[in-house]
């Protein structure tokens, strides 16, 4: 076997034995799917060595076109359909009435504004009533990312928090996409490392930040969607309560 496959078939046992002990200690698991590469991972380990967990994604009414034609190619290639969530019509209409249809760009409270509603509260639904829920992130994402333990407890959400892919490098995690011929976002080929809504996602250069298309009209330290909050970044040497050294 070569070092590439038996890299891979390392990471993907520890993965799935984590994923397996999570509905081992919290029964009702869930996995959000961003849809990017890492969820392209996730969902082909869960749906194929851990079906108990449920997968969801949130549609939150801007996404680009090419979002919906890879969901589509993923429950054709499994066979399975990935249950979505939606924004509450009555929130939305208020929100857009209030605040115009891009009235995300005119301040940070507005974008955190339209971010609670389009994705913060349909994920709020999504969770309710799980013990635990999957993420995708991985350390190399970012600094606050790097601090992030494989098991937490979530207190914004009230549940437990299962990172099975934080010692995936970006490598490891593309490695695994070619080598199975996985369905994968098609933007991604075309300068998108990181993808959200249309309007607030754009193309970055070679050697960018991975991040630096999303919501790049602001200052760096905002731009996280609201559901993985940036914890802050200690010193060396000191400590943040709940995060494993
Ligand atoms: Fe609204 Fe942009 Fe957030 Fe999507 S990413 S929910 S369009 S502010």
Not at 10 to 38: F, H, M, N, W
Request: hydrophobic share 35%; glycine share 8%; with cysteine.
């Amino acid at each position: 076997m070569s070092d590439l496959l038996q890299n891979l078939r390392q990471r993907t046992d520890e993965t799935i034995s984590q994923l397996r002990s999570a509905v081992v200690e919290y029964k009702s698991v869930c996995y959000a799917s961003s849809l990017g590469p890492e969820s392209i991972v996730l969902t082909d380990l869960i749906w194929g060595a851990v079906p108990q967990i449920e997968i969801f994604s949130i549609d939150t009414g801007r996404l680009f076109p090419e979002t919906h034609d890879l969901i589509e190619r993923l429950q054709v290639r499994y066979g399975r359909t990935l249950r979505m969530y939606y924004p509450d019509a009555e929130a939305l209409e208020n929100w857009v009435g209030e605040n115009g249809i891009n009235g995300f760009r005119d301040s940070v409270e507005q974008r955190h504004g339209c971010c609670g509603i389009r994705k913060v509260q349909p994920f709020r639904r999504a969770i309710a009533g799980h013990g635990a829920w999957v993420t995708g992130i991985r350390r190399g994402q970012s600094a606050s990312r790097a601090l992030a333990a494989p098991v937490e407890w979530d207190s914004i959400y009230g549940l437990h928090k299962v990172s099975p892919l934080l010692d995936w490098s970006e490598k490891d995690v593309w490695d695994y996409i070619h080598s199975k011929g996985l369905p994968y976002h098609t933007l991604h080929d075309r300068g998108y490392p990181s993808i959200g809504c249309a309007p607030c996602t754009r193309a970055v250069h070679a050697g960018q930040d991975p991040r630096a298309g999303r919501w790049w009209w602001e200052r760096a330290e905002s731009r996280e969607c609201g559901l993985h909050p940036r914890r802050p970044v200690p010193a060396a040497g000191s400590h943040v309560p709940g995060v494993s050294a």
